[in-house]
């Protein structure tokens, strides 16, 4: 019984260290390329960091504004209550730095949509539909690999483009915007790719909201009665977490 039981144990043991071997060799060269392509897919999470104006500001605001009395005028409470849907696709530019260092150039196209929720002196709601291009660069940093597994860390910034803006709608974003970015994820390596599926987090740092007054010289199309949506917005920043598959 003892011998049958040692040599279960020594034929599990050499069966298990075949297998360890067999995954190891997966790609076993592809992070030693100077330099890749690949592309990837995403989904989006969209939401804004708002910074009010007070109801004196906004009622100075509403004061300027043509064929408004002011004691029509409303206070408004502006809230990101929701966190909006998105997708994103784009390629990816990889360049070998060091073993462990990459550098990532990963333009992409987004669709996506926010909802502002606005409380006070009444309520209501706007949708702001986005088409952004993101122009980034990332340094990626990597742990070593263990068989077919490789932990990584990411961190960049870039710029982004708006390509879509709704002058019907009473938020007008501006076309032009920065951000910085960080994630992390995990690299599978199989016998013909890398599946890298990584979480990231962008963070705008420009005023992306357009005031009336330049608005206005934009031809901003919007009825007077909703004015006050963008009056109650002081300052609006971008933010986005992002749930991403990388192909290589």
Same mark, same amino acid.
């Given at each position: 019984m003892n011998k049958k039981l040692l040599t279960f144990s020594i034929l599990s043991i050499l069966l298990c260290g075949n297998i360890r071997v067999s995954m190891a060799q997966n790609n076993p060269y592809i992070d030693d390329k100077l330099f890749h392509l690949g592309f990837f897919i995403g989904a989006d999470m969209l939401s804004? &960091? !708002? =910074? =009010? @104006?007070? #109801? #004196?500001?906004? $009622? =100075?605001? %509403? #004061?300027?504004?043509? @064929? !408004?009395p002011s004691n029509d005028s409303i206070v408004y409470h502006p809230r990101? $209550?929701?966190? *909006?849907? /998105?997708f994103q696709v784009g390629f990816i530019t990889d360049l070998r730095l060091h073993k462990y260092l990459n550098l990532r150039f990963t333009p992409a196209l987004h669709f996506g949509e926010r909802t502002i929720n606005y409380t006070g002196d009444s309520t209501a709601m706007t949708n702001i539909l986005t088409i952004p291009v993101t122009i980034p660069l990332y340094l990626k940093w990597s742990a070593p690999r263990i068989n077919n597994y490789r932990l990584y860390v990411v961190v960049g910034g870039g710029v982004e483009f708006e390509c879509y803006r709704d002058k019907d709608k009473p938020i007008l974003h501006k076309p032009f915007d920065a951000f910085i970015s960080g994630g992390f994820g995990c690299d599978l390596y199989f016998r013909w790719f890398k599946l890298s599926p990584e979480i990231k987090y962008q963070i705008g740092?420009?005023? %992306? &909201?357009?005031? !009336?007054?330049?608005? %206005? =010289? @934009? *031809?901003? /199309? !919007? /009825? #007077?009665d909703k004015y006050f949506y963008s009056n109650a917005i002081q300052r609006m920043t971008h933010q986005k977490l992002s749930i991403i598959f990388n192909f290589e």
């Open positions: 804004y &960091h !708002i =910074e =009010e @104006n007070d #109801a #004196a500001k906004q $009622m =100075e605001l %509403a #004061a300027t504004l043509d @064929n !408004i990101t $209550m929701a966190v *909006g849907p /998105g740092f420009l005023d %992306a &909201h357009t005031p !009336i007054s330049a608005a %206005a =010289e @934009n *031809g901003w /199309g !919007i /009825g #007077a």
